[in-house]
């Protein structure tokens, strides 16, 4: 399928995309501090630069974009099938980064929270809000929130 734009417009278009303050990261931030949980963003001393910070619980938020960090089995995680090669290498590097800052960061004894786009986008995203508020509170190391079966 051949693209429907110019390589200028499309390369205008993608130059907005965000890798900072998108609407899924807002808002989780924006249910955290209502909580009453205050966290500090993208803290360079970390690896990876996770979203947000919670240093009282010792733990990391990453709010993933399905498309970009490939979420499997989501909907919003297709495959554009114009230049197959390049979009693959993209998705398996940026999994590949994902995983390594993961397991960077359960090394230092930080606990990870991995919230998936298409969780602050379902219906049940309350509900989904409320197991980031219990995860922050266990002991537990490492989990996914998504709602890619729901999508």
């Given at each position: 399928m051949t693209d429907t734009v110019d390589s200028a417009t499309r390369s205008q278009?993608?130059?907005?995309?965000?890798?900072k303050?998108?609407?899924?990261?807002?808002?989780v931030r924006k249910y955290l501090f209502s909580s009453?949980?205050?966290?500090?963003l993208n803290d360079r001393k970390l690896p990876g630069r996770p979203d947000i910070v919670l240093r009282k619980y010792k733990a990391v938020i990453f709010v993933h974009g399905c498309f970009w960090h490939h979420h499997q089995g989501c909907r919003l995680a297709y495959s554009?099938?114009?230049r197959t090669g390049f979009w693959q290498k993209k998705f398996?590097?940026?999994v590949s980064r994902d995983e390594k800052v993961k397991q960077?960061?359960?090394e230092i004894d930080w606990r990870v929270?991995?919230?998936?786009e298409c969780a602050t986008r379902s219906k049940k995203c309350l509900d989904y809000f409320a197991e980031v508020e219990s995860w922050i509170k266990s002991s537990s190391s490492y989990s996914?929130?998504?709602?890619?079966d729901e999508l």
């Open positions: 278009n993608m130059s907005r995309i965000r890798s303050n998108t609407k899924p990261e807002l808002l009453g949980f205050r966290y500090c554009p099938r114009s398996s590097g940026n960077a960061l359960l929270l991995v919230i998936w996914e929130i998504s709602a890619s």
